[in-house]
C-alpha cells in the first residue's frame, strides 16, 4: 500500500543514494532535534553522509542538555558549507517557517504542523499528530530499527514536551509511541532534561514580564522588548499557563529583526493556532496547534503600525490584534449546549 507507514518508507529510500550528502535542517527544540536524529538513524547506510543543522540559536537549558547528553552533533547552520550537499530533509518544520527554509528545494518534509501545502519530492504532514516524534518512530517502526537507548530517549522526550506530559493535543498514536519507546529510554537522562536548570539571564526577562504584564480576562499579555533568543518567550509563556485563572499567555520580543509571538492556551478556549492566524498572519508567519502557537513579524513588516522600542504602545496593539479574536467563551455553556438536547417545552418545576 503506497500510502501506508511502509510504503511511504519504501517511497522515501527511493530517493537517496549511497554516494549523497544530505542536510537536515530544524528549528531546534526537544522534537525536532528528536525527529532529526530519527531520520540521521533511518538513512544509515544508505547515504554517504547525513549532517543536522540547526537555523537557530539554542539557548535552553533542556535544549542544550539534550545536545549534549544524547550526542545529537548539530552544527550550526552559519558554520555549513551548503553547497556539499545534495539532498535536504526537513522535519518538525515547513518552508515557511522560518525563512532559512525558503532557500532550499526539499527532498522530504516530515512534520506535524497545520498544513501549508510545501512543496517537496516527498511531503509528509500530519498535523493532528501531538508530536513529529510519534510519526519518526513510526517509521522506525515500519524499518524494522529498534532504536538505541539515546535515541529512545531523545523521541520519547520529544513526545513529552510537545504534547505537555499528554495535556495538549494527543491521538492514540502518540500514545502508542511512547509507550513503544518507555522501555528503551534511559530515565536518568530524561530526569536531567526536565530538571535542567534556569539560565541566569532569563531571570531578568521574567522580571520584565512580572512588572508589565497585563491582564486582560484570564489573558496575559507581555511585550519584553529585545530578547537574547526567542526562547524566552516560550518559557515565560509556559511560566504563565501554570497560574490558576490565566486561560491565554501571550508573549512577545524582538529577536534578529523579527517579533516573535509566543501563544499558549489551558486547551480549553479556541484553537490557539487559528487565533493567531486571523490575528497576526496578514504581517508574516503565524499558526500553530489548539493550545500552542507562534507568529514569527519581520519587523520591517510593522514600520507604519508600531515602533518595536515603544514597549506599551506595541504591547497595546498586541492586546488589541489579539483580544478581538480570542474572546473568552463560557465552557460550560459549550458543554451542556453539546450534551443536551433543544427543549421544546419548558423543564417542570418539581
Not at 11 to 24: A, G
Not at 78 to 93: A, C, I, M, Q, W
Amino acid at each position: 500500500m503506497p500510502n501506508s507507514i511502509t510504503g511511504k518508507l519504501r517511497r522515501m529510500y527511493d530517493l537517496f543514494q549511497k554516494e549523497d550528502h544530505v542536510l537536515i535542517l530544524i528549528n531546534a527544540d526537544p522534537d525536532a532535534i528528536a525527529s532529526a536524529m530519527a531520520v540521521k538513524r533511518l538513512l544509515w547506510r544508505h547515504v554517504h553522509t547525513v549532517t543536522i543543522s540547526n537555523v537557530n540559536t539554542i539557548v535552553r537549558p533542556d535544549n542544550l542538555a539534550m545536545v549534549r547528553l544524547l550526542s545529537s552533533k548539530l552544527v550550526a547552520f552559519e558554520k555549513l558549507d551548503t553547497g556539499s550537499f545534495n539532498r535536504f530533509v526537513l522535519v518538525d518544520s515547513q518552508p515557511n517557517h522560518h525563512p532559512i527554509f525558503t532557500r532550499f528545494n526539499f527532498d522530504v518534509i516530515i512534520d506535524h504542523h497545520p498544513d501549508t501545502n510545501p512543496q517537496g519530492s516527498f511531503v509528509d504532514i500530519h498535523p493532528q499528530y501531538g508530536a513529529n516524534s510519534t510519526i519518526m518512530t513510526e517509521y522506525l517502526k515500519a524499518a524494522k530499527i529498534k532504536p538505541a537507548a539515546k535515541l529512545a530517549t531523545a523521541l520519547f522526550y520529544g513526545i513529552k514536551t510537545d504534547t505537555g506530559n499528554f495535556k495538549r493535543d494527543a491521538l492514540p498514536e502518540d500514545v502508542r509511541a511512547f509507550r513503544f519507546l518507555f522501555p528503551l529510554v534511559n530515565i536518568h537522562i530524561i530526569q536531567k532534561l526536565e530538571f535542567a536548570e534556569m539560565r541566569m539571564d532569563f531571570l531578568k526577562y521574567y522580571q520584565i514580564a512580572l512588572n508589565t504584564m497585563a491582564l486582560r480576562g484570564g489573558k496575559i499579555y507581555v511585550y519584553l522588548g529585545p530578547v537574547s533568543s526567542p526562547d524566552v518567550c516560550v518559557s515565560i509563556a509556559d511560566f504563565f499557563t501554570r497560574i490558576h485563572s490565566v486561560t491565554w499567555s501571550i508573549i512577545g520580543g524582538s529577536y534578529n529583526n523579527e517579533l516573535t509571538l509566543i501563544v499558549r492556551n489551558d486547551g480549553m478556549q479556541k484553537d490557539a493556532g487559528k487565533v493567531i492566524q486571523k490575528a497576526f498572519g496578514k504581517y508574516g508567519s503565524a499558526g500553530g496547534h489548539k493550545s500552542m502557537a507562534r507568529a514569527q513579524i519581520p519587523l520591517n513588516n510593522l514600520d507604519s503600525i508600531i515602533d518595536p522600542q515603544n514597549t506599551k504602545k506595541t504591547l497595546d496593539w498586541i492586546i488589541s490584534c489579539f483580544g478581538k479574536y480570542a474572546q473568552k467563551r463560557s465552557v460550560e455553556k459549550e458543554f451542556f449546549k453539546d450534551i443536551l438536547p433543544p427543549l421544546k417545552k419548558p423543564l417542570l418545576h418539581l
